[in-house]
Each structure stands twice: as structure tokens, then as C-alpha cells.
């Protein structure tokens, strides 16, 4: 069975930086690319970036994009969100979300860690 | 960038009702690429649907998707008390992940 555990959220400052992880399970966690997926409280659901199997490749949302920065470790099933220059719209649920056997879905889910931006 | 725009943002049925759920891109895409989640309250998104009528594994055959070029439907044939949630689409183009903003199911 698959499992998805996010940790790391919290409450934050505007201008501050926090990271959240993501430990895999249940499946052969290198051969899959890994994603997060955020919702804002009553709100729909925005993806926020992707990286590929092998941790070469990453892209991000245009919302993100220069203040964010995801890796990962195969050697431990781990991906990291690296988030900076936080802002009150960062506020939401962080999804981690494992890639399809294409790039196009997401086929497996985790419970989601809230990250709150507030002074 | 595809926008994607479902409705009605509310459907409210009763249990055993066919409940027909839209998404229509701003400009078409290819079926390969459009995938439906189910999402209940305090829960993690759930994939339903993906290549837009292939279901997911463990998913009821009663969920089955439809549509091509800009118009893509989700169909719940007959609904059950569980099946009350908010329903969102969901579209790739390779380096961009978009979803739309979602019907919600309710009961009548």
C-alpha cells in the first residue's frame, strides 16, 4: 500500500522560510516523479511543483517559482520543499502527491501538513 | 496557460440519482492529459479518473469519465451516500499542472 507522511508545517512569519518533507512507502519510490499540491482554506486545489524520477528535473508553479526549491532522496524515499520569501497567500494544506506511470496525474495522496503565514 | 472551468460549482441530488459533472478547457487539450479527484471534507484529493475515462484501481465502476477537445464529463451513474463530496478535473501539458475550481455534490 502506498503511503504518503508530510511533515514540517507550522506557523510562520511573512519573509520566512520553512521546509517540509514527505517520506514514501509502498512502492519503488526512484522510479516515480513526486509532486506538491496545495489548497488554500476553502479553496481549490494548486500544484505547486513537480520533480522527476531521478531528482535531475523540477519545475514550479508561476507563484512559486524563485522562492521555492524542491529535492529529493531516493536513498531515504524522501522529497523536500524547500520554501522561502513566504507569503500570506502561501497559507494553505501542502499535498504530497506521487506522479502517475505518466507525468499527467496524481495517483497517490498524503494527508497534508498546514503551513500558516501570519505575523 | 489552460484554464479549466467546471460545472455547476453545486449539484444537489438524492442518493441513487445520476449525477453528470462538466469540465471544459479554454482551448483543447488532449484526452491523455484531463483526470478527476474526488475530495471529502478534511481528506486528501482522491484519484477517480485519469486519461479521462480510465478509472483508477479500486474505483466503482459506477465513476466513468467521457469527453474530448475542450468538453470532458464526469459521470457517477447512480449516486451512493458516500459519493457526496467536491469533484475536481485536473489537466498536465507536461511542465504545468492545472485544476479546476471544482462541483460540489450534495445531498438534496
Known amino acids: 500500500e502506498v503511503q504518503l507522511v508530510e511533515s514540517g508545517g507550522g506557523l510562520i512569519q511573512p519573509g520566512g522560510s520553512l521546509r517540509l518533507s514527505c517520506v514514501a512507502s509502498g512502492f519503488t519510490f526512484s522510479s516515480y516523479s513526486m509532486n506538491w499540491v496545495r489548497q488554500a482554506p476553502g479553496k481549490g486545489l494548486e500544484w505547486v511543483s513537480l520533480?522527476?524520477?531521478?531528482?535531475?528535473?523540477?519545475y514550479y508553479a508561476k507563484s512559486v517559482r524563485g522562492r521555492f526549491t524542491l529535492s529529493r532522496d531516493n536513498s531515504n524515499n524522501m522529497v523536500f520543499l524547500q520554501m522561502s520569501s513566504l507569503r500570506a497567500e502561501d497559507t494553505a494544506v501542502y499535498y504530497c502527491?506521487?506522479?502517475?506511470?505518466?507525468?499527467?496525474?496524481?495517483?497517490?495522496w498524503g494527508q497534508g501538513t498546514l503551513v500558516t503565514v501570519s505575523s | 496557460e489552460i484554464v479549466l472551468t467546471e460545472s455547476p460549482v453545486t449539484l444537489s441530488l438524492s442518493p441513487g440519482e445520476r449525477a453528470t459533472l462538466s469540465c471544459r478547457a479554454s482551448?483543447?487539450?488532449?484526452?491523455?492529459?484531463l483526470a478527476w479527484y474526488q475530495q471529502k471534507p478534511g481528506q486528501a484529493p482522491r484519484l477517480l479518473i485519469y486519461?479521462?475515462?480510465r478509472r483508477a484501481t479500486g474505483i466503482p465502476d459506477r465513476f466513468s469519465g467521457s469527453g474530448s477537445g475542450t468538453d470532458f464529463t464526469l459521470t457517477i451513474s447512480s449516486l451512493e451516500p458516500e459519493d457526496f463530496a467536491v469533484y475536481h478535473c485536473?489537466?498536465?501539458?507536461?511542465?504545468?499542472?492545472?485544476f479546476g475550481l471544482g462541483t460540489r455534490v450534495e445531498m438534496k
Open positions: 482551448q483543447s487539450v488532449s484526452s491523455d492529459f
Open positions: 485536473q489537466h498536465s501539458d507536461g511542465s504545468s499542472w492545472t
Open positions: 486519461a479521462a475515462s
Open positions: 520533480v522527476d524520477a531521478t531528482g535531475a528535473y523540477a
Open positions: 502527491a506521487k506522479g502517475g506511470t505518466r507525468w499527467t496525474y496524481f495517483d497517490s
